[in-house]
C-alpha cells in the first residue's frame, strides 16, 4: 500500500480490500490510519473500524481511560 500519488499502488484498508479515497476528505475522516514504529502505515474503511473497534481501544495503554 502507498500514498504516493505516482505510484501504480492505491491504499486499499488492510482488512477487507475497500480502496481508500484520498480526494473526498469528508470520507477519509471516517478512516482508521495506524503507523507502526517500523514505519508500516495501516488503514481501515469505516465497517472495518467498526468492527473493530474493541481491539483498537485494546491497545491505548491503561492511563488514556483513568480520568
Do not use: F, K, N
Request: hydrophobic share 30%; net charge negative.
Amino acid at each position: 500500500m502507498t500514498d504516493d500519488p505516482g505510484s501504480d499502488r492505491r491504499a486499499c484498508c488492510d482488512g477487507c480490500g475497500t480502496p481508500y479515497d484520498p480526494a473526498d476528505p469528508s470520507a477519509a475522516l471516517a478512516w482508521a490510519r495506524q503507523c507502526d514504529t517500523d514505519g508500516t502505515v495501516t488503514r481501515l474503511c469505516p465497517m472495518c473500524v467498526r468492527a473493530h473497534a474493541r481491539d483498537i481501544e485494546a491497545r491505548l495503554p491503561a492511563q488514556w481511560w483513568t480520568p
